[in-house]
């Protein structure tokens, strides 16, 4: 790169966009550790983890996309936004069509090298066009009333719903969660944010009986007493618990984690990668992590705020959010705070879609970075 670009490049949250990703796979490789598991490079290299090779794959390619995306010109995102959601559409309707089903939910469209998950890339489409939405028609000095609420809400109706039928909750709970925070960002008006919140607490209970499958009652249920269900729902937050009060202050050791190593914490290298962390690493470890991930988002604001124009900006923020949103949630689900919804750790847990879509996430907020820097 000359001179010119490496002057206009954010170095600071390009650092961390590689230092937390390598984090994560110095845990991935203890938590995918299968010695008699084949790979492609044990000819070359003793690596026992082919969950570590496959997301150094992930984590390279995800490199090349942030730095294409960085060179987007915002003029072609905001004119390509509207035409992306409706691509991701057909998508979530292929999925509902031809989807591949693991676990009982049926999620991704097989593309051979990889399993591409399209709820990712809708929470990306959402961004745009929410964020071109919002900067065309920016609310009145008092904030939106529940006029100006129509079309956003419209926007989410048919993403939400196709995703709520595969099922997955967690990817649901996301696109809402940014949404809202990107809505709150603009302005609403108290009276509509009160009485939103008394509609939502009264629907509570249709909600409760017609709204959610019997699983997702479940995890709820077993948030507060996991002992109901020990060996189905409550399993998981019983087995994190466990591992994440074992690591204590400096944990009991890198590959050394009894409930990962003996594969009694499920999805250890996807939604309780940080269990993992927790086991092996304690509390400095996890306060490292954490730390990272609050001097990433103040850059993100930051960024935000210096951006060249609203739409840039509700870009951005839409970005961060989505970060905000997921590292919340999935800490709070480990730990026991949260019911499991299913929401990974970005940057950090398992997964070629949550990778790919994270890092052309990156990009565009790089992207605001060297526009406004070239033409200050």
Known sequence: MNKRYSQIIDWGLVGLSVLIPSLGLI??????????????????????????????????????????????????????????????????????????????????????????????????????????????????????????????????????????????????????????????????????????????????????????????????????????????????????????????FSGVGFMQGTQTQLEFLPEHTTDFIFSVLAEEWGFIGCSLLLSLYLIFLFRILKIAQKAKDLFGTMLVIGVGAKFFFHVTVNVGMVLGLLPVVGIPLPLFSYGGSSIVASMFGLGLILGQVIRRRSYP
């Open 27 to 248: 845990v991935l490789y203890s938590a995918g550790y299968d010695p008699d598991r084949s790979n492609p490079l044990s000819e070359y290299v003793k690596i026992d983890s082919f969950v570590f090779i496959k997301q150094l794959v992930f984590i390279l390619g995800g490199l090349v996309i942030m730095i294409a995306a960085a060179f987007i010109r915002s003029e072609w995102l905001s004119r390509l936004s509207y035409p992306f959601y409706w691509i991701c559409l057909g998508l979530l309707l292929w999925v509902e069509l031809f989807g591949v089903t693991v676990n009982g939910s049926q999620r991704w469209i097989n593309l051979g090298f990889i399993n591409l998950q399209p709820a990712e890339l809708v929470k990306l489409a959402v961004i745009l066009t929410l964020a071109k939405y919002l900067a065309k028609h920016p609310p009145p000095r008092d904030g939106y009333g529940f006029k100006g609420l129509l079309v956003p809400l419209a926007i989410l109706l048919a993403p939400v719903g196709f995703i709520l039928t595969q099922p997955d909750l967690g990817s649901a709970l996301s696109v809402l969660g940014v949404a809202a925070l990107m809505i709150l960002f603009m302005g609403v008006r108290f009276k509509t944010i009160a009485i939103t919140v008394f509609l939502l607490t009264i629907s509570a209970i249709p909600i409760w009986e017609y709204g959610l499958h019997a699983y997702q009652k479940r995890r709820i249920m077993v948030l507060v007493n996991p002992g109901m269900d020990p060996k189905g729902s409550g399993w998981h937050i019983i087995q994190s618990k466990i591992a994440v009060g074992s690591g204590s």
